[in-house]
């Protein structure tokens, strides 16, 4: 890492950050945003004051956070926040960056005919990105979470308090600490599980070398938590419910024969900002259809 001089003007500085992340793919952002982050101000005002200079602590931050993100951690781990539909969430190494593809999986969600006070639940929740962006759309409905992970549960339910929603998350491997009492049931089960192969060559590139492997990979190919989960909804879902999936760029077409050889309807598959399918979605049948199999 070359000096810094003890005097930086912003410009100066955010050039110096830019050599120094050349090998990130976005070298420029990054500078931005982290300085932004050292001078707590947006990024509009680092092109408002270019020629402001830096003190010496404001520097010796920024040479620090600029070293880390050249080792590779999450822009997210170092400021510890992501924005996620709008909403700031707190992050850590707990469990995943929140990504903005998953947004897709929370706007189907809301596009469905649900029940007013629909129940929801929003399996291997995380930092409980997507419980809390449906329930910030829909204050009514009944959203629940659930996350193996005891550290994953208690940064859900601090970025819950923290916004103000009222969303039930506890600790469930799965569905295991749930009830499948019929009464019980759900309209809508959402998940972001699991479902990169162990072997995958990206498990070793970017972000994801600093976020836990139980939530990324998963056997079979990476379809295994899929599978599962599919095959096990159908005892918590309510007739007429819905599953939602996010899942890899490839596995549409597993999902969906999934879903049709365990008995789900109106089976398909949405794309998400690189037009890639990355949501499948079906619909537990209604007591009709169900008796008329």
């Known amino acids: 890492m070359t000096m810094l001089p003890t005097a930086l003007s912003i410009t100066a500085a955010l050039q110096w950050a830019q050599g120094e992340l050349s090998a990130s ?42 070293a880390r993100r050249k080792e590779g951690q999450p822009i997210a781990h170092l400021l510890g926040t992501r924005e996620f539909w709008s909403l700031e969430l707190k992050v850590d190494g707990s469990t995943l960056i929140p990504r903005p593809d998953t947004e897709i ?48 549960v208690d940064l859900a339910r601090s970025n819950a308090q923290q916004l103000n929603l009222a969303v039930t998350i506890q600790q469930s491997d799965w569905f295991a600490a749930l009830s499948s009492a019929p009464e019980e049931g759900f309209d ?54 819905w599953l939602l999936l996010e899942h890899g760029w490839q596995q549409a077409n597993v999902c969906q024969q999934q879903f049709k050889s365990n008995g789900y309807t109106s089976v398909a598959s949405a794309r998400d900002y690189a037009n890639l399918e990355r949501i499948s979605f079906a619909q537990w049948p209604a007591l009709q259809q169900q008796t008329g199999r």
Do not use: M
């Open 188 to 241: 809508c089960i959402v998940s972001n599980p699991p479902y990169i192969a162990e072997d995958d060559p990206h498990l070793d590139q970017g972000d994801v070398r600093f976020e836990p492997r139980t939530a990324l990979v998963a056997g079979d190919h990476g379809c295994a938590d899929l599978s599962f989960i599919i095959a096990q909804a159908r005892g918590f879902l309510k007739p007429g419910g």
């Open 105 to 152: 999986l929370v706007a189907q969600a809301l596009q469905l005919e649900l029940p007013e006070q629909a129940k929801v639940l929003d399996l291997g929740t995380g930092t409980g990105a997507i419980a809390l962006a449906l329930k910030s759309e829909r204050p009514a409905w009944q959203v629940s979470a659930v996350d193996q992970s005891a550290a994953a």
């Open 25 to 66: 793919t976005t070298p420029r952002l990054d500078a931005e945003v982290l300085l932004a982050e050292v001078l707590q101000q947006t990024r509009t005002y680092l092109h408002t004051w270019p020629e402001r200079e830096l003190e010496t602590s404001q520097l010796q931050r920024y040479r620090t956070y600029v």
